[in-house]
């Protein structure tokens, strides 16, 4: 029978991907970051910054930038809800679009609905500045070994 390993408290895994040394190069372009982790709702929330380049004739974020957003939101949600033991590459992910959004300041919660042994179950909520819900994602993701650490 083996243990669990022990879960760090939600403070300590906002500080954990604070000092982290390294991560994705597409959440340092998305300029994301871990601001509040709720292990007792399943749930993450990240800022993230979409930067004027990322704008469509309209003047609005253009939706493949806030799909990114999203994927990575819930694929850092589901590590935290692996306790660090894996990683959760996507499977497949939707995206409901449900406003426009200009850009500067986001904010994901991202909340694992479910995580099993080959397959985990993930939603996201994007809110802009003046926090409206901007889009939701759901998404499957598949839990796998952390490289280096199998």
């Known amino acids: 029978m083996s243990e669990e390993k022990p879960r760090r408290s939600d403070d300590e895994v906002v500080a954990t991907f604070r000092k982290a040394k390294s991560r994705a190069k597409c959440s340092d372009e998305l300029q994301m970051r871990v601001e509040k982790v709720c292990q007792a709702e399943q ?36 590590v935290v809800g692996a306790n660090f033991t894996k990683v959760m590459p996507t499977l497949e992910f939707k995206v409901s679009f449900l406003r426009p959004a200009p850009p500067g300041a986001f904010r994901v919660v991202g ?37 280096g650490r199998e």
């Open 43 to 78: 749930t993450v929330e990240f800022s993230f910054v979409g930067k004027e380049q990322w704008t469509n004739p309209m003047g609005t974020v253009q939706g493949g930038f806030m799909a990114a957003m999203l994927d990575d939101a819930m694929s850092v949600t589901g």
């Open 111 to 147: 909340r694992w609905v479910r995580l099993g042994k080959s397959i985990g179950f993930m939603e996201a909520e994007l809110f802009d500045a003046a926090d409206n819900l901007v889009a939701k994602s759901s998404g499957t993701v598949t839990p796998r070994p952390i490289p």
